[in-house]
């Protein structure tokens, strides 16, 4: 694997829809995003509003319907160890141990025993689970489990780590400390990363840039960049610089909430 | 397009705390004593019909009493001619178990996981399944040349369709998500067939494999009692035709003997397959 700069992710007039008997649910419309290497970009938006939609067509699971998405010039045509993706929850295979999920994806790419082994331990301790190699995912407790989950996708240092509301499933406290590691694994990897969140705090407080999408048919409403210095701690959603990014999101989401739940055409 | 998340796992958790829980329960001698005196009323029941020879609307009379049985099954398992029906009924059931773990197992991955296999098999499988394996005897004895082979015949299909539907099952009831993380982790077909669809069925072929056993011995007791010349089976239906009685209830013994073993090894290999799950789901 080359080293950095990777992981711009080019989509172009991107478009989704899904048919079933006959009739066509556009997900999708003319959404256009571009991200520099190791940029933290937030997809933020109401439910239902095909935020995962763009990050499934990231990964390669849905071919898009227009447009198409280009990672480090490379057109995306289906899933890869490139463009690894964290899912909200019950992700890991339930019947390897821990160090086993994570050496999977060296594995497939026909490492050694050994080698694989070592640098899963690596990244287990980077996200503070040295000591749980032998465990199964059933005997972790949510926050845990999604720590492997990371884990398991930077262990193949990816162009781009895919996060489908990872930390939706936890409580409100675990969430913070995950947030918090998740931004500290990140200082250290530097990949580029793309979450989904229906979390206006969350978004901010992690993103480089939030996106704000529209309700259904998901478009973009609005770049939003966060310029808060880094390292961030907890402490600083309580600062007015938070404060007027949440009033100006917060304003936004709202409206498209409501759209979203209102008549449709 | 939002993966709801599988409700399937949360059991895995929350039994966790049960297994702790279990524990402390081995100290409790209360259970114990009143399983064994319930096998103890049973002997009690049989000694007192049969030694006093009660003749309700069910007879009693020639039914024999345990102490005789006890001392016939002494005598028999003291000469080698039992042993002969004992081995010659293991080795069909182990072949024919054999054989049905190996095809049913391997069907029923093709069937649940590839359409074409689903398409060409399963209506075949659906449309033998509802013949009981014992109503193949008279074919089978003129399709296969000797007696072992007609008898493991039956034995493997009467395990085969319980064993074919249950691994199906299994296969379709794997979670999408994983084999998408799977492909997202870099692995092709051949890798998620090895690594996700066959441990993600193996919960559920491992009961097949438990039902299965069940009805092979059924199966291969029916077989022994119509058409063999050796098996505990036959053993059993010979000993009502030459009126030794005790020996019918000695036959019916091991073969509930040996059924009960086998389906605890069944088990125990099955909980030796999945450690991952907690023990009260294995």
């Known amino acids: 694997m080359t080293d950095r700069p990777t992981g711009r992710i080019e989509i172009t007039d991107l478009g989704v829809a899904f048919g079933s008997n006959g009739r066509t649910v556009e997900a999708i419309r003319r959404f256009t995003l571009m991200t520099t290497p190791g940029e933290f970009v937030a997809l933020l938006g109401p439910s239902g509003c095909g935020k995962t939609t763009v990050l499934n067509a990231v990964a390669g699971f849905v071919d898009p319907t227009a447009g198409r998405v280009l990672v480090d010039g490379e057109l995306v045509t289906r ?60 005997e972790l407790s949510g926050g845990m489990q999604q720590r492997v989950g990371i884990a398991r996708v930077l262990v193949n240092r990816p162009r781009v780590m895919l996060m489908d509301e990872p930390f939706g499933a936890l409580d409100a406290q675990t969430r913070l400390t995950m947030q918090e590691l998740l931004l500290g694994v990140w ?42 210095t880094r390292p961030r701690a907890a402490e600083v959603i309580a600062t007015s610089e938070f404060m007027a990014l949440k009033a100006r999101v917060f304003a936004q989401v709202r409206e498209e909430s409501a759209r979203g739940l209102g008549p449709r055409p | 397009m939002d993966v709801s998340p599988e409700a399937s796992t949360a059991p895995l958790v929350t039994s966790l705390t049960a297994r702790t829980l279990a524990f402390p329960r081995l100290v ?37 009493p345990p102490a005789q049985v006890l001392e016939d099954a002494i005598e028999l398992f003291s000469s080698a001619p039992f042993y002969v029906h004992i081995l010659a009924s293991l080795e069909r059931i182990w072949l024919g178990f054999a054989i049905a773990t190996v095809l049913g197992v391997g069907l029923g991955l093709l069937i649940g996981w590839f359409r074409l296999a689903a398409d060409t098999l399963l209506p075949l499988v659906e449309l033998l399944r509802p013949i009981p394996a014992v109503a193949w005897v008279p ?25 074919v539907l249950n691994t199906v099952h299994g296969v379709e009831g794997i979670d999408r998500q994983l084999v998408r993380a799977a492909t997202s982790l870099g692995a092709g077909p051949a890798a998620i067939f090895r690594e996700a669809v066959i441990p993600g069925a193996l919960p559920s072929i491992v009961t097949g494999l438990s039902v299965g056993m069940g009805v092979s011995w059924l199966c291969l007791i ?49 909980a030796r397959c999945m450690p991952w799950l907690p023990r009260t789901e294995r």
Request: aromatic fraction near 14%; proline fraction near 4%; avoid cysteine.
């Open chain 2, 139 to 163: 074919l089978s004895i003129m399709l296969w040349p000797t007696e072992l082979s007609s008898i493991v015949f039956i034995t493997t299909l009467g395990a085969f369709f319980p064993i």
């Open chain 1, 79 to 138: 899933p890869g160890a490139d463009r690894g993706m964290v899912f909200q929850q019950h992700s890991l295979f339930p019947w390897k141990t821990v160090l086993a999920n994570v050496e999977f994806g060296l594995k497939m790419r026909g490492v050694g025993k050994t080698e694989r082994t070592s640098q899963a331990r690596t990244y287990l301790h980077l996200v503070g689970l040295a000591g749980f190699e032998h465990a199964y995912p059933g």
């Open chain 2, 28 to 64: 409790n001698w209360r259970r114990p004593a009143l399983r064994l005196s319930s096998v103890g009323f049973f002997f009690a029941a049989w000694h007192v019909v049969t030694t006093r020879r009660w003749e309700l609307y069910v007879r009693f009379q020639n039914v024999p």
């Open chain 1, 187 to 228: 200082r250290e990897v530097r990949t580029t990363v793309l979450f989904v969140t229906h979390d206006i705090d969350e978004a901010l407080f992690l993103a480089d840039r939030v996106v704000v999408m529209t309700a259904r048919p998901g478009q973009i409403r609005d770049f939003v960049p966060v310029k808060l």
């Open chain 2, 222 to 270: 029916s077989a022994e009692m119509i058409s063999g010349q050796f098996g505990i089976g036959y053993f059993t239906w010979l000993a009502y035709g030459i009126v030794k009685y005790s020996h019918i209830v000695v036959g019916m013994l091991v073969i509930g003997v040996l059924g009960m073993l086998s389906s605890a090894l069944i088990r125990l290999i099955g």
